[in-house]
């Protein structure tokens, strides 16, 4: 049993931040890898960020510079850090976890390489 439950949406104007927040609970270890997906309406499903258990890093290409994840270990969680938020950032986000981890060093890139979601929360930016 894996949960995920996030926090940290709501809505922002162009140009400021916001900081997402994933609690994993359940049988999933501290060096499974994590991700943040995005989903816009009438948009297809993207991967936001990816980390995995050692803590190596993956983003997009339309967040890159503007985003950042990070992970706790110890705690279970996962953050997503939005800086610079612009409006087509507007989007249901999703955590979501891997079963993988490799000894930390997994990296995962697709959506069937995670089995683990959580309900998302709504990113609003708008002036």
């Known amino acids: 049993q894996v949960q995920l439950v996030e926090s940290g949406g709501g809505l922002v104007q162009p140009g400021g931040s916001l900081r997402l927040s994933c609690a994993a609970s359940?049988?999933?270890?501290?060096?499974?890898?994590m991700g943040w997906y995005r989903q816009a309406p009438e948009k297809e499903r993207e991967l936001v960020a990816a980390?995995?258990?050692?803590?190596?890093?993956a983003y997009a290409d339309s967040v890159k510079g503007r985003f950042t994840i990070s992970r706790d270990n110890a705690k279970n969680t996962v953050d997503l850090q939005m800086n610079s938020l612009k409006p087509e950032d507007t989007a249901v986000y999703y955590c979501?976890?891997?079963?993988?981890?490799?000894?930390?060093?997994?990296?995962?890139?697709?959506?069937?390489?995670?089995?683990?979601w959580g309900p998302g929360t709504q990113v609003t930016v708008s002036s």
């Open positions: 359940g049988s999933i270890l501290r060096l499974n890898a």
């Open positions: 979501a976890a891997s079963r993988v981890s490799r000894g930390g060093g997994f990296l995962p890139s697709r959506d069937n390489e995670f089995q683990f």
């Open positions: 980390i995995s258990g050692g803590g190596s890093t």
